[in-house]
């Protein structure tokens, strides 16, 4: 039944390392990212190691089993990992959930790690689908030269200004108000280099509409919850923060593009409605939201397919400050993927707890009781929770 997760479960605990494009904290292995931030995680939560026993790692990071011995986890009762790429994490909260809910797991540990401009860079793929899980890709889209996301994506977002007439200087908005909000996020790898429409259209146009600036950061990081159940949220020390609706949904066909009935369905278009109806909240509810910025047109998409405006109206909804703190749906408030760092979208997670805990310093959003995170993985795969506190 749709209402079945409601509040079953809370995020207790958040932690994260220092992001970072180069110098003495690049380069650290995954495992020892995904130790640090699951630590602070623990911490926050007020928990010990020996208290988590369900652990949800990234599919790009190191295996549970591994996370386990070296925290000490001596009674394993649960672990999985969730593929579907930047949708993972948030879709990890519903695992989370569901693992609560039946009674398998008492505290679940979810981490992700990503070395992505140390090690695994988008430029360095020569001939090599930079999904793994996107096969079609592959076989299809490879032999013609179409290798990375940001192509990919070009297509949804081309055809999108063909049909509606989008315009470059709407996407720039998206970018220009991630940017500004990276500006009160001294953790932000954007923080101190301001960004103007005239910048954003002065970038290099990568893939046609794609420029530079369109394109979400490469960098080396890792980041952390930690969930239990709302019956146990007292015994820790922060303010739970309640998992009210939550969602996962796949487009048709998940791994091609070109070829489905409507290239602009995707998963979210089928989570969204469930997560809404799950959390009993309407769309008027939401306070915030952190929208998996890959690339501005997938924020833009997203926001669309969520239903906070129709299909097509997405470039005008943004524009005039609607989504930049302050407006009537800030978006991104950290900076997201485009300003602050690259972590699989866990960020925006951590981003959404702090703005519900009252604790975003500068970029806190006034009276924040309900917001929402949504993840975007390979070609359209989507994942939405909607937290309260």
Known sequence: MPSSLKDRATIVGIGDTEYSRGGPNSGRSLLSLQLEAATNAIADAGLTNKDIDAILPSQYGRPAEELAANLGIEELRYAATVYMGGASPVACLQTA?????????TNVLI??????????RVQSLSGV????MAWIADDYYAPYGVVAPA???SLIARRHMHEFGTTAEQLGAIAVAMRKHAQLNEAALMHGKPMTIDDYLASQILFGPYRLLDCCLESDGAAAVVVTSVERAPDTQQKPVHISGVATGHPYPADDITNRKDIFEVGLTHAAPR???MADVE??????AQVYDCFTFEALQQIEEIGFCKRGEGGAFVEGGRIELGGELPVNTHGGLLSEAHTLGMNHVIEGVRQLR???GARQVKNAKVGLVTGWGDFGDGSIAILRN
């Open 111 to 120: 981490v992700t790690g990503f070395n992505f401009y140390s090690s695994r």
């Open 358 to 360: 009252g604790d975003a």
């Open 275 to 277: 997560a809404f109806a």
């Open 97 to 105: 959930a569901m693992a609560i809910a039946a009674g398998v797991a």
């Open 283 to 288: 769309h008027k509810d939401i306070d915030f």
């Open 151 to 153: 192509q990919w994506y």
């Open 129 to 132: 689908s930079a999904a793994p």
